[in-house]
C-alpha cells in the first residue's frame, strides 16, 4: 500500500512569505502529525489532527497552522517565514492511539532565505 | 515533563561490528511508550521498535535486539554483526497519550565502515 506522501519535497521561501505543506496519510489512516526537524532544536511536535480535529499542539508560535480534511489529508501553513524556520517538516501518519503504527513521510525541507 | 536523552551523538564502528545505542527517558508517567525509529538520508523515520511501559520483556528480531529495563528508565538497542546499509540516524522517542506527541531524543549518527 502507498505510503505517507508529503510533498513538495523541497521549497524555497523568502523572509515574510508564507507557506503550506501538505500531508497525504496512508489510506484508512485518521490521526496525521507533524514535525519539526532542525540541527539545533532536533525533532519537535507542532500539532496532531484526528478526524479533522487538532487533537495536541507543540509549543510553537501561532504562525504555525495546520488543517485536516475530510479524506484525512493534511496540510499546515507558515506565515510570515522566519530564517529559523528552516526546517526538514516531517508527517506521520496513524490509524489513531499510541499502541497503532506510525509511518513517517519522507518530508518537506524547507529553506528560507 | 518528558525528556528523552541520547548520549552518544555519534559512534563508528566496522562491519561485522556489534553496536549499542543508549536511551535514558524521562516521564511521571504510570502509561507510556517507547520507541525507536532510523532516519536514513532520505529523510523518513522508519519504525524499528515499540514497547509499553508494562512491557519489560526484551526481545531479539534478527540482528536487532532490545534492553528496556523500568528500574533505571533505560531502552537501549543493539545491532548484532552490523551491515553498511544500517549506517543512519537513530532516535529514541517517547509518547503517553493519544495524540502521537512523541518526545523524541536528539539521536545517534551510526556509520558503519566496510
Known amino acids: 500500500k502507498a505510503g505517507v506522501t508529503q510533498t513538495p519535497r523541497y521549497l524555497i521561501k523568502t523572509r515574510g512569505q508564507q507557506v503550506t505543506l501538505s500531508c497525504s496519510p496512508i489510506?484508512?489512516?485518521?490521526?496525521v502529525s507533524w514535525y519539526q526537524q532542525t540541527p539545533g532544536q532536533g525533532l519537535q511536535f507542532l500539532f496532531e489532527y484526528f478526524s479533522e480535529t487538532q487533537r495536541n499542539k507543540g509549543n510553537f508560535p501561532g504562525r504555525f497552522s495546520g488543517r485536516q480534511f475530510s479524506n484525512s489529508r493534511s496540510e499546515m501553513n507558515v506565515s510570515t517565514l522566519e530564517l529559523g524556520d528552516s526546517a526538514l517538516y516531517l508527517c506521520a501518519s496513524s490509524s489513531g492511539g499510541p499502541t497503532a503504527g506510525y509511518t513517517f513521510g519522507s518530508g518537506t525541507r524547507l529553506t528560507v532565505v | 515533563a518528558q525528556k528523552v536523552t541520547q548520549a552518544q551523538t555519534e559512534i563508528s564502528v566496522v562491519e561485522k561490528e556489534d553496536v549499542t545505542l543508549d536511551c535514558v527517558y524521562e516521564t511521571r508517567d504510570t502509561t507510556y511508550y517507547l520507541f525507536w525509529y532510523k532516519q536514513p538520508p532520505s529523510g523518513e523515520l522508519v519504525f524499528l521498535i515499540r514497547?509499553?511501559?508494562?512491557?519489560?520483556q526484551n526481545e531479539i528480531s534478527g540482528r536487532y535486539s532490545w534492553n528496556f529495563q523500568k528500574s533505571t528508565s533505560s531502552f537501549n538497542f543493539t545491532i548484532t554483526a552490523s551491515q553498511v546499509v544500517d549506517s543512519a540516524v537513530y532516535f529514541c522517542?517517547?509518547?503517553?497519550?493519544?495524540?502521537?506527541?512523541?518526545?523524541f531524543g536528539p539521536g545517534t549518527r551510526l556509520s558503519v565502515l566496510p
Open positions: 522517542a517517547l509518547t503517553y497519550n493519544y495524540g502521537q506527541n512523541f518526545v
Open positions: 489510506s484508512g489512516h485518521r490521526s
Open positions: 514497547r509499553n511501559s508494562f512491557d519489560e
